[in-house]
């Protein structure tokens, strides 16, 4: 393995193959995430890449320094379905004209990307280096970073887009190795194409890059008239506005191959007249739900915030932290089945690791085992084999307590003092002694099962003075 890979090797979708990761820039090492698209609550397929990108991250800035290492991840804020959900919502306000389309717009992205944000620190991951909004990408910007609008009027320039019925489309046709990701090619498409071309497209392959909005549409000045960009454009600005032209690693879910990275790497390539976009593309494997895909006609469609916050999964809530081990203990390429019985071992896996990090008094090295086990394109579970066998080491205060106590904090695993609301607690305590004075057993013993989950341990003792009965709790270690 050369130095200059410092150990680092991954599975890059281009070239098919695991290779030595070595960086365009050691002191910016630059990576790009697609993002949500804010119009629904992200569900637990959502929290896939953000948090096997989140490990990726911490594992670059662990090896390339914490100040030499960006992180662009989106947020798509203009989309037809974004659109949608403005007019169901605010229909009524809009109709009335006390909310203009944009105002609701603004409402359903705000209230989504607060969401999103809340649900992905509860799952442990750092915020990106940078944020970027699409909607801020648009139109030319006043500091000269790419934007959408002078990119595909480059596009047109260099014959790569041409205008038809009110649309910019890519001409796929105008790019020899266009699918060299998703391994498909041109003739391949036009001969599997079923339903019918549509008119104005030169190949069926051609994709939108604008398009004309109605006056009901959200919309920006554009040379092809008032309009919108297509769903693609946006990444390939926000990444060049971030990144450059070129950069290190591009990742995402593996749905998002085609078309939606073969048609950022056509337009960028075409764009800046690049070989490639990024070195590395990485792409994090499917999510299933109880051995069955996701889908809301199954019933089966879990919103992060549902499994943080409500119990209809497994009948309880689960922390952050659980579901954060739950889908790292599956390979990130491999496809993962999120089931209860999984989360349930990884809550166990965690309280072993906690109780044993707790000896230490404080965090020391994260060993060079465990490094080296992610930078094996994030081989997670050999570092999790690493970490039981420390936790299994573990005598108070000893060497082995402080290396677990840093790697947990290191892979993203909350091991400071346990935070407990103790008003919550003492909530949760008095509704328990009214259940068992309603002698509802059953409910009483789910209160207290649920704080045990938590961390907290009731006592059941007596009042000397009036022998009534007085719930007392501690912190479980
Ligand atoms: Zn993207």
Not at 229 to 236: A, D, L, T, V
Not at 238 to 265: K, R
Not at 316 to 345: N, Q
Not at 401 to 425: H, I, M, P, R, W
């Amino acid at each position: 393995m050369s130095d200059a890979s410092k150990g680092l090797s991954l599975y890059n979708t281009l070239t098919r193959t695991k290779d030595a990761f070595v960086p365009i820039d050691a002191g910016n090492v630059r990576m790009y995430v697609c993002g949500p698209t804010v119009y629904d609550f992200a569900h637990i397929g959502n929290a896939r890449p953000a948090i096997v990108f989140d490990v990726l991250f911490r594992l670059l800035r662990h090896v390339y320094g914490e100040a030499h290492v960006t992180y662009v991840r989106n947020i798509t804020d203009v989309d037809d379905k974004i659109n949608a959900r403005a007019l169901r919502d605010f229909g009524a306000e809009i109709a009335s004209g006390k909310l203009t389309l944009n105002e609701a717009i603004r409402r359903v992205t705000e209230k989504t990307a607060d969401q999103y944000h809340r649900d992905v620190a509860a799952l442990g991951c750092l915020p990106p280096t940078v944020e970027p909004r699409a909607t801020e990408f648009v139109a030319r910007r006043p500091d000269g970073k790419a934007d959408m609008i002078t990119l595909i009027e480059r596009l047109i320039e260099r014959r790569h887009a041409y205008v038809a019925a009110g649309e910019v489309l890519f001409d796929t046709a105008s790019m020899p190795d266009y699918g060299e990701l998703s391994k498909r090619n041109l003739d391949e498409q036009q001969a599997g194409a079923r339903v019918a071309v549509d008119a104005h497209k030169k190949n069926p392959g051609d994709f939108v890059l604008w398009k004309l909005s109605s006056p009901e549409e959200p919309g920006w000045d554009s040379p092809w008239g008032r309009g919108r960009p297509g769903w693609h454009i946006e990444c390939s600005a926000m990444s060049a506005a971030y990144l450059g032209d070129v950069f290190d690693i591009h990742g995402g879910g593996l749905d998002l191959i085609f078309p939606h990275h073969e048609n950022e790497i056509a337009q960028s390539r075409c764009a800046h007249g690049t070989d490639v976009m990024a070195n590395v593309w990485m792409h994090n494997g499917f999510l299933q739900v109880e051995g069955q895909k996701m889908s809301k006609s199954l019933g089966n469609f879990y919103a992060i915030a549902e499994l943080l916050e409500t119990d209809t999964f497994g009948g309880r809530k689960w922390p952050g932290e659980v579901l954060r081990l739950a889908m790292l203990m599956t390979h990130y390429r491999e496809p993962i089945d999120f089931s209860v019985r999984k989360l349930e071992e990884a809550e166990n896996t965690l309280r072993k690791w906690k109780r044993a990090a707790d000896l230490a008094p404080a965090a020391g090295q994260v060993p060079a085992e465990i490094v080296a086990a992610l930078s094996d394109d994030l081989a997670t579970y050999a570092a999790f084999q690493q970490l039981t066998q420390l936790a299994g080491e573990v005598v108070e205060g000893n060497e082995p307590a402080a290396a677990l106590k840093a790697s947990l904090l290191f892979l993203g695993f909350d091991v400071g003092a346990a935070k407990v609301d103790e008003a919550a607690v003492a909530k949760a305590i008095a509704k328990r002694l009214e259940l068992i004075a309603a002698k509802n057993w059953a409910e009483a013993d789910r209160v207290r099962d649920e704080l045990l989950a938590q961390g907290v341990q009731l006592k059941d003792g007596k009042d000397p003075a009036t022998g009534e009965r007085v719930t007392t709790w501690e912190v479980k270690r």
